[in-house]
């Protein structure tokens, strides 16, 4: 090296260090009088493109970027033979400074940061190369294909699934737009490592290694992802870098309405490609230092709306933030195309627009943690779910008199999670429609009409599951109940006269319910029960009720239906159907809501003997029950389950989630119980003196956590119960701030 340096350039090192390079050989040149960065290439076919980034930095012409330093024949950029070996070589002026990642950040740093980055953006605007525009980098964001291609390598699921979600939103949010965005030459690097600083001045950009003809909001975005790192609040970090850059180089409106999810594409391409070269080159260090930095950024930026984060972008440089509907405007709309007993959540109704995993985001900038919603079981637009509704949906899309792969496949998914004797499955679009069917099947087998129902149970909207749902018939402004349904008494061990320290609790209640069936003189068709009533206030059967109850519905003529709707799919943590937790199998299931994580599905599970009797009466069809996409998308719903543990972590943040609440009723008199299992769970209510349900309470609490980023309902037979049912991905951070949020507003109110 040392003699090459004086053959070929005339100088005489007194030191040789090698540096860190992310794909080529660098190294530090110390000399009496300067220093300088030789940097070195193996792969012989990047001469061209060297050559072009050289005369970019000519072109530039600015201390604060390196300056090529000729050989002594006056080329830039040399190959020359070692030993055998041939390399490509150039040698760069050495720029003083501290690197912008190894310095206490300020604002005004970083501002002097976005004045330089965008006076270089100017100035390489009408510059060009045919070697840089026609270059194919992976770590240009036009590219980021390559990148998600990588996905699968990534080891850890939960980083995986934020990426792919990303890079999902990324292509419906950006790549339409990708004509009207402009383009230029960009560094496309401009990280913590290759920006150097002198006090609070910068003092060098460094590395054009990946230097490209890209779109010219990709380097803003790039700085900005970087500039954020281990920052508490990105988001105003962002707004500092992007100020003072479009105080220098003004943004164009579409260019600020695509950067939120640019810079988020930025740090997926940052851990996608790390992640593949750091297995590729292990002892690299360098290639992994953004790694974690920008994985707990990604984590960050997804709590942030991206209509918050769009209208302070554009805020910051100035361009109109176009007004939003009012909620009155929206209500006023609701209520003219809508019937009026259509009801709104919360005080204050919420005008949604987007939701990813446990957040969803309303259209004026706010976003909420989802504590409530129990559909969208994997997550809110889980990129997995999403992505096997459209695939299929391009594909194929028809009903089940026609023969399909995905229906087999699907079914034999489903089946195979239920005991042996329940092998058959009719599908639905709903839970509603499938409790219907139910109904409409035992009713077939048994040659019987009544059915038993709970107290307070809930089983859908159909004018069947209204008149088997106490809920909705027992209702004030309900029919009433008809002569065919034979009520039982709810097993409540916190409410009903066995409670919970009652070890024979179950056992009484199932003993009261048989003296109601003895004294009944019709023959029964069903019996049907949610393993833990939702509509009733969360409330779980005592335990061994159903073990004692199945074999008198049996000798009664009847068939046990459980209903899975809400407790099904692994949301009881412990147990992927609630049936399981009462050591029961019933003869029929009826599922709905979490099946499609939204998208709308049900269905029946039953025995040979049973669907053998309904296949006797009138032919079962649904238009769009068990279609192609309804198949591709509960089959993805069941790998993500099984893949990502989520059973596993209803039970491990479900368990933590209570016992914070457990706590928490030991510092407040008036919530009188905590009660559930795994991700569903109730707050009861009550006011301490007489230990009569407090409804205001509840209810002002459920529109406070509402008004303080949380969302949770109301149930129960006065309302005085919140419920609790978040999407599966719920995280022990997730159910601390909740509980933390509780406790405030219980301060404040109690």
């Given at each position: 090296m040392e003699k090459l340096l004086i053959k070929e350039f005339g100088i005489k090192p007194i030191e040789i260090i090698r540096i860190n390079g992310y794909d080529n050989l660098n190294y530090l040149i110390k000399t009496n009088s300067k220093n300088y960065i030789l940097k070195t290439y193996e792969d012989l076919s990047l001469i061209d493109l060297i050559q072009s980034e050289t005369k970019a930095l000519l072109f530039l012409n600015d201390n604060l970027y390196p300056k090529p330093v000729p050989f002594l024949n006056g080329e830039n950029v040399r190959i020359i033979q070692i030993k055998g070996t041939s390399k490509i070589y150039r040698l760069l002026s050495y720029?003083?400074?501290?690197?912008?990642?190894?310095?206490?950040?300020?604002?005004?740093?970083?501002?002097?940061?976005?004045?330089?980055?965008?006076?270089?953006?100017?100035?390489?605007?009408?510059?060009?190369?045919?070697?840089?525009?026609?270059?194919?980098?992976?770590?240009?964001?036009?590219?980021?294909?390559?990148?998600?291609?990588?996905?699968?390598?990534?080891?850890?699921?939960?980083?995986?699934?934020?990426?792919?979600?990303?890079?999902?939103?990324?292509?419906?949010?950006?790549?339409?737009?990708?004509?009207?965005?402009?383009?230029?030459?960009?560094?496309?690097?401009?990280?913590?490592?290759?920006?150097?600083?002198?006090?609070?001045d910068v003092s060098g950009v460094i590395d054009f290694g990946d230097i490209s003809y890209s779109h010219l909001i990709n380097e803003l975005a790039i700085a900005i992802s970087y500039t954020c790192f281990n920052k508490e609040n990105p988001l105003?970090?962002?707004?500092?870098?992007?100020?003072?850059?479009?105080?220098?180089?003004?943004?164009?409106?579409?260019?600020?309405?695509?950067?939120?999810?640019?810079?988020?594409?930025?740090?997926?391409?940052?851990?996608?490609?790390?992640?593949?070269?750091?297995?590729?080159?292990?002892?690299?260090?360098?290639?992994?230092?953004?790694?974690?930095?920008?994985?707990?950024?990604?984590?960050?930026?997804?709590?942030?709306?991206?209509?918050?984060?769009?209208?302070?972008?554009?805020?910051?440089?100035?361009?109109?933030?176009?007004?939003?509907?009012?909620?009155?405007?929206?209500?006023?709309?609701r209520k003219t195309y809508l019937g009026s007993n259509i009801s709104l959540s919360y005080d204050k109704p919420i005008f949604m627009n987007k939701a990813a995993f446990q957040y969803m985001y309303d259209s004026y900038g706010n976003t909420y943690l989802d504590a409530y919603n129990n559909i969208p079981h994997v997550g809110h637009s889980h990129p997995l779910v999403v992505e096997a509704s459209k695939k299929q949906s391009s594909v194929l899309n028809t009903n089940t008199r026609y023969l399909y792969d995905s229906l087999e496949e699907y079914s034999e998914k489903l089946i195979s999670l239920f005991?042996?004797?329940?092998?058959?499955?009719?599908?639905?679009?709903?839970?509603?429609?499938?409790?219907?069917?139910?109904?409409?099947?035992?009713?077939?087998?048994?040659?019987?009409?009544?059915?038993?129902?709970?107290?307070?149970?809930?089983?859908?909207?159909?004018?069947?599951?209204?008149?088997?749902?106490?809920?909705?018939?027992?209702?004030?402004?309900?029919?009433?109940?008809?002569?065919?349904?034979?009520?039982?008494?709810?097993?409540?061990?916190?409410?009903?006269?066995?409670?919970?320290?009652?070890?024979?609790?179950?056992?009484?209640?199932a003993n009261d319910a048989k003296k109601i069936l003895n004294n009944y003189n019709d023959s029964i068709a069903a019996f049907i029960s949610e393993p833990m009533l939702s509509c009733a206030g969360q409330v779980p059967l005592a335990s061994n009720y159903l073990k004692n109850l199945y074999p008198s519905i049996k000798e009664k003529g009847g068939v046990c239906i459980s209903d899975e709707v809400q407790t099904g799919f692994g949301r009881l943590g412990k147990y992927f159907w609630g049936y399981e937790s009462q050591e029961v199998v019933p003869d029929i299931i009826v599922l709905g809501k979490p099946m499609g994580n939204g998208h709308p599905m049900g269905a029946v599970i039953t025995t040979s003997e049973i669907a053998n009797s309904f296949s006797k009466g009138v032919e079962f069809f649904s238009s769009f029950g068990g279609n192609p996409i309804s198949c591709k998308i509960g089959l993805s719903v069941l790998n993500v389950i099984k893949m990502e543990n989520l059973q596993k972590n209803s039970e491990e943040v479900g368990s933590y989630y209570k016992k914070l609440l457990i706590d928490?009723?030991?510092?407040?008199?008036?919530?009188?119980?905590?009660?559930?299992?795994?991700?569903?769970?109730?707050?009861?209510?009550?006011?301490?003196?007489?230990?009569?349900?407090?409804?205001?309470?509840?209810?002002?609490?459920k529109n406070e956590l509402k008004n303080n980023g949380i969302l949770v309902g109301t149930d129960g037979p006065y309302n005085n119960v919140i419920k609790s049912k978040p999407p599966l991905c719920f995280s022990k951070k997730n159910a601390k701030e909740v509980v933390e949020k509780i406790d405030m507003i219980l301060k404040k109110i109690n």
């Open positions: 720029l003083e400074g501290k690197f912008l990642g190894e310095i206490n950040q300020t604002k005004e740093i970083i501002r002097s940061f976005g004045k330089s980055l965008a006076r270089l953006n100017k100035s390489l605007f009408y510059w060009s190369d045919i070697h840089i525009k026609s270059r194919q980098l992976e770590w240009d964001m036009q590219q980021y294909v390559v990148s998600k291609n990588y996905l699968n390598e990534i080891s850890s699921k939960k980083v995986r699934k934020i990426i792919h979600y990303f890079m999902n939103q990324y292509e419906e949010n950006v790549v339409p737009f990708f004509s009207d965005l402009r383009k230029s030459t960009i560094h496309n690097d401009a990280n913590n490592w290759n920006i150097l600083f002198k006090g609070n105003e970090w962002a707004i500092a870098l992007l100020e003072s850059y479009n105080h220098i180089f003004p943004l164009e409106k579409k260019e600020i309405e695509v950067l939120y999810y640019t810079i988020a594409m930025r740090l997926c391409i940052s851990i996608s490609n790390s992640n593949h070269y750091q297995k590729l080159f292990p002892e690299n260090k360098y290639i992994s230092i953004s790694q974690k930095p920008a994985i707990e950024l990604l984590w960050k930026w997804i709590e942030i709306n991206p209509v918050e984060a769009e209208n302070k972008f554009k805020g910051a440089v100035g361009i109109k933030v176009e007004k939003t509907k009012s909620l009155k405007e929206m209500v006023k709309g005991p042996k004797k329940l092998c058959k499955v009719f599908y639905v679009n709903s839970g509603s429609e499938a409790s219907d069917l139910a109904i409409r099947m035992a009713r077939y087998h048994t040659k019987n009409e009544s059915v038993v129902v709970i107290e307070n149970g809930y089983h859908g909207h159909t004018q069947t599951g209204i008149n088997i749902s106490d809920y909705k018939f027992n209702n004030k402004k309900g029919t009433g109940q008809k002569d065919y349904i034979l009520k039982l008494d709810i097993p409540d061990t916190f409410n009903g006269k066995y409670k919970v320290d009652d070890k024979d609790a179950g056992y009484k209640y928490l009723k030991d510092k407040y008199s008036s919530i009188s119980d905590i009660r559930g299992s795994g991700l569903f769970i109730g707050i009861e209510f009550s006011n301490p003196n007489n230990m009569t349900p407090d409804s205001y309470k509840a209810e002002l609490l």
